[in-house]
């Protein structure tokens, strides 16, 4: 342990530099489902996920973007956290922690990557690994961004003779949580060892978290499941016993791979519902019953097949998320894909305040993350910020309401606007939430029998259209401008500006 503290470094002068802003009161705890700072404000997680080179142990990217343009533009695209990968062997094994970046990258003949490393980031490569993973830390606080350790693996799985074993897997749990103890932006630590059977889960998660949780009392304790983190299932027959509450956050992966071999070519609406339905049945109801529950999708950000569908079911069940990947190949890191940080800046929005009212909804648009909002009666309804969304109602007799108003939504014919009315006892003044795979459509019949379902057209002006991807046999139709999602507004009001108090930091 001695020798493993002389890698630590003091920022204080740095952090004090820092800008004035809204501080978000550290540490974070949880409330029921909900992440919650000391003041008891609710503070959504909207983090990227950003891997490690786990040959050489370091952070990824660092040979293409100077540390500190990457966190600069990681808060530029709107999210507020990184969940940011660190092999558990470099806290475990001195030996391997003590070794520069340098040495790293030459003893794996990664001499391209060397090079690029030292273009890039100089004052980072003759630095112990673990010391570069602090500084990229102290560059993630200083563009205001909280920090979740994710702690992997750096070779096989842990309960098994190959890989890193269970005692040293606590080890460098309980040395990562030790050395950011008086870390404040480090506020979670993800606790993966891809164990096999449920038995063993059991007992070495147990384990971890306790050794977490003695160590640094004050990060939430992420906790992943079986099956490459898709499965928390057996949680509804057995909790998890621990000696500690309000810092337990499950975790669960977003993966295409649940909806089977249709994923890349099966119709959209199949699709999502093969992956909907698979989570919520391996511990996505979890959320439902109360758990905190992050979502980690590391799809690419122009993945909209599987995109649109995350966004829909995030719409509706308002959790906290990771999403996409920061490496070069999709975009993030050049910030390409403007459309898609702009809905990653509307995804924490969580609409008006519910005021603790469980009953008003949004009809948010999955593909834009915007919601239905209206201007005047006269005006067309149209997409916008869903902060400026109204509260709607959705009644017994399945008509969609304006709460506080007479104005109920009415389809007038295909192809056409879509308005408000007063008199809600006509047809297309019913809305159905269309039973199929997806139950993203919002569908009403008109006078003349037709059936239409809600879309938004190409100026975001919300029409009825016949429904699209009626057809199971339609792989190649894009359902994205039909699906809405009726959601319930959180009763919690999240932080939007996330200025952590960092005058104090130091590494231990």
């Known amino acids: ?55 050489a142990a370091v952070a990824g990217g660092l040979g293409h973007r100077p540390v500190g343009r990457i966190s600069e533009r990681i808060a530029a695209a709107g999210y507020n956290c990184v969940r940011l990968a660190l092999p558990v062997l470099l806290a475990a094994d001195e030996s391997l922690a003590s070794l520069t970046v340098r040495k790293s990258f030459q003893r794996l003949s990664l001499l391209d990557s060397l090079a690029g490393f030292e273009a890039n980031n100089p004052s980072m490569l003759d630095l112990p690994l673990i010391s570069a993973y602090q500084a990229v830390v102290s560059s993630l606080a200083e563009n205001n961004l909280m920090v979740i350790i994710d702690s992997q693996l750096s070779s096989k799985p842990c309960s098994h003779g190959s890989g890193i074993n269970p005692d040293l897997w606590v080890k460098g749990l309980t040395q990562l949580a030790t050395m950011f103890s008086h870390v404040p932006n480090v506020v979670g630590m993800c606790l993966r060892n891809e164990l096999r059977n449920v038995k063993d889960w059991y007992r070495y998660m147990q ?158 648009h999955p593909s834009t993350d915007q919601c239905i909002l209206r201007k005047s009666l006269y005006e067309p309804l149209l997409l916008g910020p869903c902060t400026l969304s109204e509260a709607w109602g959705y009644t017994p007799q399945k008509t969609l309401t304006v709460k506080g108003t007479y104005f109920c939504l009415q389809a007038v014919g295909l192809g056409k606007p879509a308005k408000l009315s007063v008199i809600c006892n006509l047809p297309g003044s019913n809305w159905e939430i269309v039973s199929g795979d997806s139950k993203m459509y919002l569908s009403t019949m008109l006078e003349d029998g037709t059936t239409v379902c809600l879309d938004a057209d190409s100026s975001n002006h919300i029409v009825t259209d016949t429904c699209k991807c009626s057809s199971r046999d339609d792989d190649m139709c894009d359902p994205g401008s039909q699906w809405f999602k009726i959601a319930d507004i959180s009763p919690y009001s999240p932080r939007h500006i996330l200025q952590i108090s960092l005058a104090s930091s130091t590494w231990d």
């Not at 069940?317 to 890191?333: I, K, Q, S, Y």
């Open 1 to 55: 342990m001695g020798n493993f503290l002389l890698f630590s470094f003091v920022f204080l002068s740095v952090l004090c530099l820092l800008p004035p802003k809204l501080v978000v009161a550290l540490p974070l705890h949880t409330s029921s489902r909900w992440i919650v700072d000391e003041d008891g404000g609710r503070v959504k997680l909207a983090c990227v996920n950003w891997p490690a080179d786990k040959e």
């Open 207 to 364: 384990k971890g978290a306790e050794a977490v949780h003695s160590a640094n009392p004050n990060v939430l304790v992420i906790i992943s499941g079986l099956g490459d983190g898709t499965d928390l299932s057996f949680l509804l027959n057995q909790q998890l016993e621990l000696t500690f509450t309000g810092k337990l956050v499950l975790e669960m992966h977003w993966r295409g791979s649940l909806a089977g071999k249709a994923q890349e070519t099966g119709n959209p609406n199949k699709v999502c519902g093969r992956v909907v339905n698979s989570l919520m049945r391996r511990g996505g109801v979890l959320l439902q019953k109360g758990w905190p529950l992050m979502v980690v999708n590391e799809l690419g950000v122009d993945d909209n097949r599987h995109l649109n569908c995350f966004f829909g079911l995030a719409a509706e069940l308002d959790f906290d998320w990771a999403l996409g990947t920061l490496e070069e190949t999709n975009g993030l890191m050049n910030l390409k894909n403007s459309s898609f940080f702009h809905r990653i800046s509307a995804l924490q929005d969580a609409g008006p305040n519910a005021s603790g009212n469980k009953h008003l909804i949004i009809i948010s």
